[in-house]
């Protein structure tokens, strides 16, 4: 039997092991590192409806908080815009002056 061959045999049977323990999310114990509570431990289509249930809410929480991002991005380019505003006429103010003092 060639170096290969021996290195090879265990891996492939540890792809096929992984393989084999990967499930649905609510189909049962164990998935994703933990029980997840007694409906979700019991697999089936309660386990299955929860977990449809517990991405709804990850999911809605995601959308909610990429609301407040874009409203809180709204209210910081408006304040930076009212600033350009301030800072262009504080320089059309000051280049006045100027023009003035170059008059006289």
Known sequence: MSYIART???LLRTICNIRMYSGEPG???GKGGGGGG?????????????AAREDQYF?????????????????????????IKRHEDAIRRHKEQMAEMDNK
């Open 8 to 10: 090879r045999t265990p």
């Open 27 to 29: 189909s049962g114990a």
């Open 38 to 50: 007694s409906i979700r431990e019991a697999g089936g289509s309660f386990g299955k409806m929860e």
């Open 59 to 83: 999911y809605n929480k995601q959308k909610e908080q990429l609301a407040n991002l874009k409203g809180h991005l709204d209210k910081e380019i408006a304040f930076h815009q009212e600033q």
